[in-house]
């Protein structure tokens, strides 16, 4: 009975010291969180001075006008008053929680938490991390202005010639069946810090340009010569693929709209009219023929891969209109096809192209 006794005097001793602890604990967490409320005022307050440090610095590097300034300092100071509201009101609704439940509201879980270094998802218990896995650069900085967008280009259309003294109605190359495709990536840059009616657009793309004799001909070439002649079978396909990697260069005009929010500078040419007029130069990386004829009753495919003396170096001028990204495209080459030909013959092409 004795040992009965001194059990329960030393288990509510251990009772008292337990809700001693916890009264402390309690108390001291309430004022921690009083401490806060004056520690957000001060934060909010340092925060707003680096804003505004910060729109001074793009005022004095001619990014930001002094009206837009003003603007943006009014925008900041007002989020600011309204962060030390919020956030004071939510420490003050802590402490009442607390002072409710002398304490024992404590016991919080906390699942995809976003911070400045990433996304946190775990499981807090009395403040405390019990489990937590974090996610590294999630959130990376904006730029304010963005100046050079890069698209993906292609473009398809009609191919033909045009042979010196001689017009495209007279041309010995197929006006529909003749055929050019071209794709590549370029880059475009605003010309001017505070408008957009100009870009330089720069890049690379590779070229493929076809011609398709007329007349059952084929090319053939005799030494430094390549003309066309009559072939001995009847020809379902002649064709000439002449495939070049060039770098072409235009500059682009046309009207953009401008998109400013507290943390971008953009200018946006979507569903806008342009027009884009430059050249391009480049190489030839190879050239081949392809003929498809019946013989003897059989079907005969013929590829042929050869120089055709056709120029190594591809240099030409070139210009597109239209609305956002499908525009009328048309490049003529100053180079001729042929070196060393009697007459003269330039590559030209019309069709469309293709700003994704």
Known sequence: MRT???????L?????????????KYEQKIEVLKAQKERITQQEKEALKFEVKDINRRVSKGDLTSEEAKIL???????RAQNIENRIAIVENQILLLERN???????????????????????????????????DWKREVKYDRRTYSDFVFAIGLNNALIEGQSLDNSPYKIGGSRFFEMGWQWRTRVFPRSNWLRFHYGFSFQFNGLKPDDNQIFVQNGNQTSLEEFEFELDKSKLRMD?????????FGPSRLNKTEKSFRYSIRNQFR???GGYGGFNLGTRQKLKYTRDGEQVKDKFKRDYNTSDLIYGLSAYTGFDGILLYVKYDLNPIFKDAPIEQNNISLGLRFDL
Request: hydrophobic content about 45%; proline content about 3%.
């Open 4 to 10: 009965i006794t001194l059990y329960l005097a030393s």
């Open 12 to 24: 509510f001793l251990l009772v008292l010291s337990y809700q001693a602890i916890g009264q402390e």
């Open 73 to 79: 300092k009014a925008e900041v100071a007002k989020k």
């Open 102 to 136: 002398q304490g024992d509201a404590l016991v919080l879980m906390e699942a995809d938490t976003i911070t400045h270094d990433g996304v946190r998802v775990g499981i807090d218990i009395d403040g405390r991390p019990a489990f937590s896995f974090r996610s590294r």
């Open 244 to 252: 070049n990697l060039v770098f072409p260069v235009h500059f682009e």
């Open 275 to 277: 027009i884009g007029i």
